[in-house]
């Protein structure tokens, strides 16, 4: 999902590159969208039941913030049930519920729950279909989960829901939560004839009865409750088609008739780029239906499954919501702490048709701009704590879900390459188990590591599980012209990983123009390499084309005299009765200092400058101390 703007929100969006900035206005919308529910998490009392069929009857004008509704539910019990409740909002009324024709005792609550009492107790294993007609105005709160608002110079009414991640049972009576979802649905819109209706699914008809007109909507893949939306307005609709290797279906443009021109103009690339996530992942996962676009009140927009809801047609946008109906919506994130396996994913789809469409340098810059933004701070996971979920700004954090989401994937894409990366993704998404249901981060390491044979629980526990980044400082000599010596030191950025383990990219340039490129598997700090070369190295650069997140580490130290270390790190007093003091140089940091008697045992260790070594014995000791350059050795007397 991604939902930002509103009038108050002014930008400007590049039509052809879904920026840094945009991802964050994309995050606080959605966060702010889901402010108003996100107390409510799932709910214990609706565990007891799969809910399997919906009809969801509803009577609307979008000149007016009401709705009328009909829903029938059909279920199968889970255990022997004697009731079954239902999320919906207290300000909704319910003026009946039945069970086969039969009228049935129901009650409301304040803690947005309609609880009904069953005809007879519904034995494990066994199906039956309630009807619940209600009605009411949704209470507004700002950013909506159902919206009646105007669009255009003549103000023309629209009414539109956006129900991610708790919104939907502002408006209708549904079960709420990432653990069911629903086969099948039905959609029955009723609303002045004069606008036009949609919703998910494919439309199967509309009829025209006096002033009103019904249009009916069917979808058949199973969908959660905060994926089911509907808009109604005076909208203008267009098509594409999507080849589909000769199985076509259309997407379906609902426009505002002020904005058709520019969304013909904007939309057909939905085309090429359906194509290329259709050629990289399979099949476009409800392809039997149609995909579409339909215009609202946004600035952003929401990947309702087979109809995105759009506040504009920017490429950006186009991309990121069609890729969440592969991830996201084929595929839904198991708990909101995964939620990067949604937006993570479909932020790096957003970056893939960028290196689709405008080429490597273009894919670099943006590569770039995500990584400035997550090492902006020195904390945060990509995967979230329990306490976490009920942090609104957390759980949609453009930082930590959406980019370094995203470039967590394109690292793991560099360290498998292309032909297992996208050979894993594409069996993720076509899980038998997990397809059409719901996935947790230990899936996909399970596919990643099927297609490559690599062990990630290191990388995973690194970059997914813990905190912050790398910083690098590298030294390097060309003892001859054949060969080169590199040092990796590396400091962390949070404490929660003592040492990132990662896939280096360096590039060596000539003096004569020659240029290398290779990788380094860096598994510890303070790790040599030797490579070979057949040229004078002039320069080194570490990760030139920004494929690894990591900060400050633009410069790198040319080394011709082995001493650097040596004259940049000074003890006194040497022998020393009770203090040791360590200096160094500004531009070495110390991580630790490591005392050893002449038997090679460690007998003292500090992170501290300066060592308090009273109670040691006196003789002769070696010390150790570790900084970002290397380590540095020196001889010391105790007496």
Known sequence: MNRFGIVLFLFFINAYATTSQEIIKIAEAEAKSAASKIHFKENPNTSNYDITYHKLEFSVDPAVADIAGK?????????????????????????????????????????????????????????????IEYNGTPISKGFDSFTASTHGPDSTPILSTLSEPYGALDWWPCKQDLNDKIDVIDIYITAPKQYTAVANGLEQSTVISSENKTTHFKHQYPIPAYLIAIAVTNYKTYSHTVPNNGNPFPIV?????????????????????????????????????????????????????????????????????????????????????????NEGFATYLSGITIEHLDGDIAFKNWRNSYINSITSLTDGAVYLTENETINVSRIFSSRLSYKKGAMVLHMLRKKLGDTNFFTAIKNYISDPILEYGYAKTIDLLAHLEASSDLELDEFFNDWVYNQGYPSYHIIW??????????????????????????????????????????????????????????????????????????????????????????????????????????KTAKNIKMISAILYNTLGQQVFKSNHKQLNISELRNGIYHLKVMTDYGAYHKKIVKN
């Open 253 to 341: 443009n609902y426009v505002y008739p002020e904005s058709l021109t520019s969304a013909q103009n904007s939309t057909g690339i939905t085309v090429d780029i359906m194509n290329h996530f259709i050629n990289l992942f399979g099949n476009y996962p409800f392809e039997n239906e149609k995909y579409g676009h339909a215009q609202f009140g946004w600035g952003g927009g929401m990947e309702h499954t087979t109809v995105s809801f759009m506040g504009n047609f920017s490429r950006g946008l186009i991309a990121h919501e069609l890729a969440h109906q592969w991830f996201g919506n084929k595929i839904t994130c198991g708990s909101w702490k995964d939620i990067w396996l």
């Open 71 to 131: 829903v029938t539910t059909t279920f199968t019990a889970l255990e022997n049930l004697a009731t079954i409740t239902f999320d919906l909002d207290d300000v909704l009324v319910v003026s009946s519920v039945t069970q086969n024709g039969n009228s049935l005792s129901f009650s409301q609550n304040s803690a947005d729950e309609l609880v009904i009492t069953l005809q007879n107790t519904l034995n494990q294993g066994n199906a039956t279909s309630v009807v």
């Open 477 to 582: 000599s060309q003892p001859n012209a054949n060969s080169i010596n590199i040092q990796l030191n590396q400091t962390q950025s949070h404490p929660s990983v003592s040492f990132f383990e990662a896939n280096v990219p360096i590039r060596l340039k000539g003096t004569n123009g020659e240029v290398v490129d290779f990788v380094l598997n860096n598994i510890n700090n303070g790790q040599t390499f030797i490579e070979t070369t057949n040229f004078t190295v002039n320069s080194l650069e570490f990760d030139p084309e920004f494929h690894l997140i990591s900060r400050e580490n633009r410069s790198t130290l040319h080394l011709d005299n082995k001493n650097f270390i040596t004259q940049n790190i000074s003890l006194h007093p040497n022998p020393v009765n009770t203090f040791l003091k360590i």
